[in-house]
């Protein structure tokens, strides 16, 4: 990250405005490169009966038994998709996948209020059950599924690893809400969660993922709106009253709540280094 760039996403703030989700979108769209050569993407696999049950796939000839990675959008539970016309996200995770010998993959899930929790963590094991009968010929390894999701892509995949007997390699969780009674309550909380805050407590993940069987690595940006970070720490804290040790959390300086994931596929992308890392250790 430039020091031009830090200054830019600083100025923003942490507060989840327009201003703050256009001007981070915009940045990062003058940057990506497009699809690396080679790639080769075939879009809307179906993986459930729903109409949003679809996956992009990412992958380039010659892979034989890759790691795969999944990507999982944010939206606030109510919005977002794998892609949109005209804009380089997300297949810039899918490029940047393909780029380092990976199968990529995008998924859409099920929108509030039309489905209400665990309607995500569902979509995502549906998702991933797919995969593991299809993804061979793409040149995928089924035992190496990697599942990435951001904002509420986090919170759903989270709900995956700790409800839902996950049959993945591991999980990677950029900027989620795990603590959902601790949560600052929201509209888009309310239209995934119910209006009773008796029913959020149960809609936890923190301690499915403090007793994980698979990897789990989070992480939380400088300029996360005040609500990620405490979820960050109280998680944290959490972990290592349960397991004894610090978890897999990272700390990404100057980012914001979208970045990250934004900065895939241009230079010196930050997530980049973890992912690369977290596939290559586990």
Known sequence: MTPEIRAKLAAYGTELTPGMMGGTQEIYRALQPGLPAGAKLTRDHRYGPDERHRLDIFTKDGLSGAPVL?????????????????SPFYDNIGGFAVDEGYVGVTMTYRLAPAVQWPAGGEDVAAAVTWLRENIAQFGGDPERIFVMGQSAGAVHVADYVARFSPTIAGALLISGIYDVAAAEPNQFQKAYYGEDPFGWAPA???????????PVLMTVSEFDPVDFQLQAASFAERYATTNKAFPRLHWLAGHNHLSPVLEIGTPDSDLEHHIMNFIATV
């Open 70 to 86: 999944v990507f999982v959008h944010g939206g606030g539970f109510v919005m977002g998709d794998k892609t949109t016309e005209g």
């Open 204 to 214: 936890s993940t923190v301690a499915g993922l403090v007793t994980a069987k698979i």
